[in-house]
């Protein structure tokens, strides 16, 4: 689904300002990695899991990442945390509301995990409870959140497409489909407001790789041009992976990171 810039999962206050005695527990399998990493996913099951459960979907999303370019090359530099509390106080941290995206998050409680975590992370909330599956349009560097509306996704395989899609744009990847639930502006990388612009942000990729081109729509925008014909940012159950320009972009922000930049 398309991101929702400034008012999707808001950083909300919501009067009472209490701490939180919530539990963050590593949920990577790796431990050689950098003290900081570049990208820190911070999991959050609604209606607690049972162990197993929790278990089974800690395995998929690191699954996801394992298999698809370019995580696969950045596992190293990822770290997965979950974070867990009691149903009393998950009541009072999300706020649900009828409209879209229909799930608020206290100010307070994002605080207090950011003060515990001590750098940006993505905070990945898994909704057993609805359909919805949205992400702010952030960038590797940024707090943002992430919902995955599990009832959205019709099996395993189409959940782990789903994440590595949302996860896409909470790194600053813009939707790809001609015909979207909400029509957004363009930008870089991978969608282009004109032939013009595209020729400039990945000309130099499309002379050499037969994937990459100049291709109608994105951002529900037909006048727009993306650069893939396919990717997980268009239709992510049927392609394979992002595209060689948003692949690179991805690439690029992971070392800049390394670089300290």
Known sequence: MTYIFYFIVSF??????GAFAFDLEAYSDNVEKPSIKALHLVVCDLKRL???AAEKERALLVSALAQYRPFDA?????????VTFSNDEENDIFLRFRDFPFLKTRNSFLKELSVRIGHPYKLVIIDD???????????????????????RYRDEHSFAKGFLHELGHSLGLRDECRVCQ????AGPP???PSMAEAKAWWGDVAATDSRVGYFEGCCGNT?????????????SDRAEDFGP???RFILQAFERHKKGL
């Open 223 to 235: 006048s727009y041009i993306r650069s893939s014909p396919a990717s997980l940012m268009n239709d």
């Open 12 to 17: 909300l206050c919501i009067l009472c300002q």
């Open 74 to 82: 950045l596992l190293s530099e990822i770290q997965i945390d979950r």
């Open 190 to 192: 991978n969608c282009a």
């Open 50 to 52: 049972p162990d197993e």
């Open 245 to 247: 320009v948003s692949e």
């Open 182 to 185: 909400e029509r957004v502006s």
């Open 129 to 151: 409870g609805t359909i919805v599956s949205a992400a702010e349009l952030s960038s590797l560097d940024k707090t943002s959140l992430i919902i995955l509306g599990r009832q």
